[in-house]
């Protein structure tokens, strides 16, 4: 009967005797009144496996593991390489984040239509694009993941889920992180994160895969070394 006195003891609203209850509670607080205080937590566990000298290479397997399409450069030779990707692509449109270095586009095709990164795009002419440029934050070497926090050279998080192939430049080494702690210890976790490994993709229950659901169909990736 809750809320009511039955056999002399009080009960609450889950059916529990408050007086026994609280005896036992008593005897609990009685049993570890001279217990020392609990040590605290010890973490000295390694945040990473991987050697530094190691951490490109890796982070280049793992995105092609991902199927994402790795490329490897110096600055010199950065507008030339994404300018031929484009080509390859046959790309006509190009969508920009606003504080991408000009220099980087100076050897896109001729032919090609800059769009700006404008928050009055719709999502219908996003998808319109052919391709779009971005930088990162940084990328982890361990789990092959790109991680952009919309910074001026990456631009809105939509501009890099709705057009259906993604550019991304990494500076490396100063961008690559080897693991998942180490990259937490560099974020800013009040901005937008948006993470990625390999191109969108997903599968239906008979496991056929299926790329360009949720995001780029084609992720390329250029590595380039300052």
């Known amino acids: 009967m809750s809320g009511t006195e039955r056999d002399g003891q ?8 408050v007086g026994s209850r609280e005896r036992i509670l008593a005897r ?7 217990a020392p205080e609990a040590p605290g937590p010890v973490r000295d566990y390694l945040d990473t496996h ?7 290479d890796l982070l280049a397997e793992n995105l092609a593991d991902y199927r994402a399409l790795v490329h490897r450069t110096d600055t010199p030779e950065l507008p030339a390489l994404i300018g ?5 692509r046959g790309a006509r449109t190009l969508l920009v984040p606003p504080a991408l270095p000009a220099d980087w586009l100076t050897g896109t095709p001729e032919g090609l239509t800059r ?10 002419e996003l998808d319109a694009v052919d391709s779009v440029v971005t930088g990162c934050a940084l990328a982890i070497a361990e789990t092959g993941t790109l991680i952009l926090d919309a ?14 192939h993604h550019i991304c430049v990494v ?13 937490m210890d560099r974020l800013d976790p009040t901005r937008a994160l948006t993470w990625i490994s390999g191109p969108s993709a997903t ?21 380039l070394t300052e």
């Open 115 to 124: 769009i700006a990164d404008d928050p009055a795009i719709t999502a219908g």
């Open 171 to 183: 500076r490396v080494p100063d961008q690559v992180v080897a693991s998942v702690p180490r990259a």
């Open 84 to 88: 031929r990707l484009l080509a390859d």
């Open 151 to 164: 910074a001026p050279d990456q631009g809105r998080r939509r501009i890099t889920l709705i057009p259906d």
């Open 203 to 223: 599968s239906d229950i008979e496991l056929d895969r299926v790329e360009g659901v949720h995001g780029p169909r084609t992720l390329e990736v250029i590595l």
């Open 10 to 17: 009080s009960r609450d609203g889950g059916g529990a005797s």
């Open 28 to 34: 609990i607080r009685t049993a570890v009144a001279d």
């Open 50 to 56: 991987t050697p530094d000298d190691r951490t490109v």
